[in-house]
T-cell receptor
Framework: GDSVTQMEGPVTLSEEAFLTINCTYT??????LFWYVQYPGEGLQLLLK?????DKGSNKGFEATYRKETTSFHLEKGSVQVSDSAVYFC???????????FGKGTTLSVSS | DAGVTQSPTHLIKTRGQQVTLRCSPK?????VSWYQQALGQGPQFIFQ???????QRGNFPDRFSGHQFPNYSSELNVNALLLGDSALYLC?????????????FGEGSWLTVV
């Protein structure tokens, strides 16, 4: 079945460092891809999305490009801030469009 | 514009008891899904409701049941609670119309089973 694999955390960075969180997926057809962020004690917030190959999603300085040839959707940010500390989830939504399938999440900790 | 709202935010139940969690979708949304997020894990899909019917179900036992009301709000019921049911339960809403690819989540209901 469909699945999402994220890099293991935690990821610890200094403020203004470059961030990459790897995400690869297995799915039939052409899923939509998402990154969600979860701040401590809160629910999930949609960070960005891409619905077809070569689409680039972006928001708040974060970017991810839908790479069909490598089945990847890596999250990047050029300069992280302390306020970016959170858990990041990569997810896919299959063509039926019903359920989201999540990775296990990657914890990001940014220090000043 | 209110987002997805869930209640209660926290609750503690005893093994064997039953629990009901409630969700109001974002304005304009007609589809509600429920997810279970165990500590340190990603959310797992429980089921989705549309037009008051269960449209799809994940790999959860029949102890987990739900309902959707005519105003699109939804309830999640869990019977015969087990310690392993302790988790954050997330409600998500979406629209079958324009922008159907965007799913919004509520803050969740933290359930502790003792």
């Amino acid at each position: 079945g469909d699945s999402v694999t994220q890099m293991e955390g935690p990821v610890t960075l200094s403020e203004e460092a470059f961030l990459t969180i790897n995400c690869t997926y297995t799915a039939t057809g052409y899923p939509s891809l998402f990154w969600y962020v979860q701040y401590p004690g809160e629910g999930l917030q949609l960070l960005l999305k891409a619905t077809k190959a070569d689409d680039k999603g972006s928001n708040k300085g974060f970017e991810a490009t839908y790479r069909k040839e490598t089945t990847s959707f890596h999250l990047e940010k050029g300069s992280v801030q302390v306020s970016d500390s959170a858990v990041y989830f990569c997810a896919l939504r299959d063509q039926a469009g019903t359920a989201l399938i999540f990775g296990k999440g990657t914890t990001l900790s940014v220090s000043s | 514009d209110a987002g997805v709202t869930q209640s209660p935010t926290h609750l503690i139940k005893t093994r064997g008891q039953q629990v009901t969690l409630r969700c109001s979708p974002k304005s304009g949304h007609d589809t509600v899904s429920w997810y279970q997020q165990a500590l340190g894990q990603g959310p797992q899909f429980i089921f989705q409701y549309y037009e008051e019917e269960e449209r799809q179900r994940g790999n959860f036992p029949d102890r987990f049941s739900g309902h959707q009301f005519p105003n699109y709000s939804s309830e999640l019921n869990v019977n015969a609670l087990l310690l392993g049911d302790s988790a954050l339960y997330l409600c998500a809403s979406s629209s079958t119309g324009r922008g159907r690819n965007t799913i919004y989540f509520g803050e969740g209901s933290w359930l502790t089973v003792v």
